[in-house]
């Protein structure tokens, strides 16, 4: 009686040519991640790449409805409106640049919510002043998904109160060099109204608006909520400080500098773009200014009558 052998010749072979050996195992996981060492970089710098573009779009957004606003008010909005006591101090209303141009940004039941003759903290302004715009906010940042809390903050620049909550956003006006509130050599302050025959050094040449990262410090598109200070982000790199509410719309070039993005004050520009920022100038174009730019030039971009001369690729 003959065995029926049912194993095909030569299967026990092919098995056994088919199988992995732990080497190769090994040799296929180090190979992968090998190629996701090198894909996760690539993907970061893509990724970063349209964060910056749509970051320039928003601000081109920014800088067509600023030329809008200036076409019809023959001026660019006020920096931020306050009314001073007899000591200079703030008492609102408060609304800054970027609430003034709502309507120009193709947000205008949001401008129609707002009563600008109130307080941004006032409650016929609770539901506008949280509203989210995203075209205010810099894909590249990290900022809050909702309204954040401001109030005046103690010597270790916490909070000691809540006045109300704001809507974040990315983009700061130009001050100019000396620090935020009254009278600026930049094209925003308190109750400025400047225009663009006001510009002598050239629209081309001056700044007008560029970024803030949460990463450092807080920003709001509503205005300088009346008592109210800035502070540094939770876990910011930048020291304890605090600074007064204009600087929750407006930033300036400072007495200290590592290049745009690098800051050493809260109320400085400051971004999380690789190596500078974004900027918007006078004339509606935008630049990015990387820290090799010289605190010379920095400092000249950012005031629009002192007669510096800046040329032609110094930024």
Known sequence: MHRI????????ERDRRLAFTLIELLVVIAIIGVLIGLLVPAVQKVRESAGRMQCTNNLKQVGLALMNYHDTQRKFPPG????????????GPGWGWAAHILAQMEQDNLYRQIDFKQPVEAAANAAARIMIVKSLLCPSDRSPSQAFPVGPRSATAQLTSTICTVAPANYV?????????????????????????????????????????????????????TGSDLGPTPNSPLPVQTENASNFVLAHTGESFEGPGNPKEINHYTSRHTGGGNFLFGDGHVAYLNRSTTYATYKALSTRSKGEVIAMGDY
């Open 5 to 12: 052998d049912l194993e095909p010749k030569g299967g026990r």
């Open 80 to 91: 931020y409106v306050s009314t001073p006591d007899a000591s200079g101090n703030d008492t």
């Open 173 to 225: 006006a130009n001050f100019g060099v000396g620090e935020p509130g009254v009278d600026g050599d930049g094209i925003f302050y308190r109750n400025s109204s400047v225009n663009i025959a006001d510009i002598i050094d050239g629209t081309s040449s001056t700044l007008m608006v560029g970024e803030r990262s949460f990463y450092h410090a807080e920003a709001t598109w509503t205005g300088a909520v």
